[in-house]
């Protein structure tokens, strides 16, 4: 079956510029996380959602980031006015609720750049 | 305070040796679980092993297997007969509640150790 997808792969964009990042989960599963890798920061968790409602926003790095999701499948994460310091990976992950430990499936991510 | 803290940013190691991957962890919680996770260079993070802080046993996958300490609040990672192909971050997380952190919160993540298999 298909795995977690994200689209695009590749984004460049000027500062300043709002840009949206999609995410598609694996088929059946109910919660949706994103997270954020670069280099400086490490793996950091951004949100989740369960369905479509998101218990936690607090780990959103500014009110410039917002995330949204919608017949609990397709999740998009905005971030609006990006910085240069918003440039790194942006990893979307599944998962079901079969199994105690619940696995957490990654997708491809998407890099961004910010000039 | 670091969550997950994995000392050791670089390994080199001789193919067919075994590894260890230090990972600690901090949590007041008493239900947690601790997840490894592999990214290659093609950047996908792929899951590895996990380990519920209720379990009584060690965790093994194929040549995968945790060294479980509890009381010293560490969950290495041991690679037995190391491959080419095992060169590779690897990264160290953890979620707190559910049980045995089966939750569906999100992982927090160690910096990840970057080992390279040498022929």
């Known amino acids: 079956g298909a795995g977690v997808s994200q689209s695009p792969s590749n984004k460049v964009t000027e500062k300043g510029k709002d840009v949206e990042l999609r995410c598609d989960p694996i088929s059946g599963h109910t919660a949706l996380y994103w997270y954020r890798q670069s280099l400086g920061q490490g793996l950091e968790f951004l949100i989740y959602f369960q369905g479509n409602s998101a218990p936690d926003k607090s780990g959103l790095p500014s009110d410039r980031f917002s995330a949204e999701r919608t017949g609990g499948s397709v999740s998009t994460l905005t971030i609006q006015r990006t910085q240069q310091e918003d440039s790194a990976v942006y990893l979307c992950a599944s998962s079901g609720t079969s199994g105690v430990y619940n696995e957490q499936f990654f997708g491809p991510g998407t890099r961004l750049t910010v000039l | 305070a670091q969550k997950i803290t994995q000392t050791q940013p670089g390994m080199f190691v001789q193919e067919k040796e075994a590894v260890t991957l230090d990972c600690t962890y901090d949590?007041?919680?008493?239900?947690?679980?601790l997840f490894w996770y592999k990214q290659p260079s093609s950047g996908e993070m792929i899951f590895l092993i996990y380990q519920g802080s209720y379990d009584q046993q060690n965790a093994t996958e194929g040549r995968y297997s945790l060294n479980f300490q509890k009381a010293r609040k560490s969950a290495n990672l041991v690679i037995s007969a190391s491959q080419l192909g095992d060169s590779a971050m690897y990264f160290c997380?953890?979620?707190?509640?559910?049980?045995?952190?089966?939750?569906?919160?999100?992982?927090?993540f160690g910096k990840g150790t970057h080992l390279i298999i040498q022929p």
């Open positions: 997380a953890m979620r707190e509640g559910g049980y045995s952190g089966g939750g569906a919160d999100g992982l927090t």
């Open positions: 949590t007041s919680d008493p239900s947690y679980g």
